[in-house]
């Protein structure tokens, strides 16, 4: 609801205090606010009795407590560019909704990291997104963005970045100076931040070391391991040393093998006893050192909407968040994620649906146990936990502040049963047709994998 309710806003406040991420829930345009964290807005219109309801105000009076300073001052700030209460009236809501349109990202599902890149070095001040939600429009598609779209933009440009010369094959940022002169990893940086701050997908972008690098203001992590390292001939060479005993062996192969030793100043004498902390200074220099001006753009992209001083006050939080992870969602936190709404209890209706929520439990099993698999020519077709999840939601994992305004749901339809499954990614609807393939186990698997396969995003890494 636009502007929100003042229950919706202490609800929201209360959600954030208790996660202790004050900014993290996408921003309030209420009327000509600066952009205002929940907590704030809900402070204000809770604490101190603002009544919006009141059309004869002549003007928004707001009582600020004189330790709230940081709200005085923004308010301050913006008191020639507020809103009366009066200008908002049903005939004026259009004008209003034209001042805070969002930016649109128009973007091509085979181009979206080229396209994406080219439309955030189109606005020069990114505190723009302060005051500006985004939307997004896949070029050549109908769908109207209502949060579905914009998740799938997300979930569609980090696979992007993942491929790209941005990153190396061990989930680190490449030392590239072309991406580097063009501002890339600033813009990577970006994308994250905005990411976050619109409820979309995790990034899952980096290895453990260099999301914890970036977590912790830059300190260089000691739980480093080889195989963190991007460049394979270096990695090949740790290796070999890693199991070696003998001294002489080992001061032999460092000599004519590893001379990039001295570029980073480990010059001294060496004995067999050096190997460990050689190896610790050859993988810092590859996954940390070698790329620390791209490390400092993305940081400088990660400030946008102050999201890397949220983020480096929770680096525990936001680990999962930036860190790369192969292991897949459980059965478990995937049925405890969808919610069906049934009918009557009792009814036949009830009964029908119940058998398929059984069917869905068993899918959601035999996913947590590998994956579900069918035969398409010679094409052996699987679908996994992501994949099904990526099919409802329009992301590939959980965001870190849950869904918005509520959690997935399971509709059945009773009325046009033959159809197949479907998903409303905006809506956050799963929507499955009450008919003799659904209720039935090995059918209803094999129907819900022909939805996911022909959705959008199937298939790619």
Known sequence: MWPPSIHGLEQQSKLLQAKELST???RCQLLKFPILTWQHVAHLLVSNFIDLTDPDEEEMIMLIDDDDQEMADILAAQHNSMLTLNEFQPSNLEEVLRIHKALTFAVRRKHIMTDAFRRLQQIPDP???KTKSIKIIFVGEPAVDEGGPTREF????????????????????SHNVLHLSKQHYKLVGQLIALSIMNS???????????????????QLSEDLSIEDVSDAQLREHLLK????ENEEEFVNYVEQHLE???????SKVLSLQDKSDLSLHLIKDDVICRCSAELQQLDEGLTCLDVLPMMRRHPSMFLPVMMKTTEPLAATDMGRLFTPVHSVEGSNKREAE????VNWYMLLEALNDGA???????????????DLLMFVTGMESLPIEGFSPSNPEIHFDHVTTQRKITANTCGLILSIPVNANTISAEPFQQEMLEAVVNGQGFGQP
């Not at 990039?260 to 480990?266: A, L, N, S, W």
């Not at 119940?354 to 929520?357: K, R």
């Not at 069918?374 to 679908?383: A, S, V, Y």
């Open 24 to 26: 993290i829930q996408p």
């Open 260 to 266: 990039r030793r001295h570029d980073i100043g480990y």
């Open 354 to 357: 119940e058998e398929i929520m």
């Open 200 to 218: 979309g997908p995790n990034p899952l972008l980096f290895c453990r070391p260099t999301a914890e690098h970036i977590l912790n203001s830059g």
């Open 372 to 386: 579900v698999n069918n035969m398409k020519g010679d094409e052996t077709i699987t679908m996994s936990m992501t």
């Open 154 to 173: 997300f979930t569609e440009v980090f696979r992007s970045i993942r491929k790209s010369s941005l990153m190396t094959d061990r989930d680190n940022l």
């Open 127 to 129: 505190h723009i997104f």
């Open 241 to 244: 040393i890693a199991n070696m």
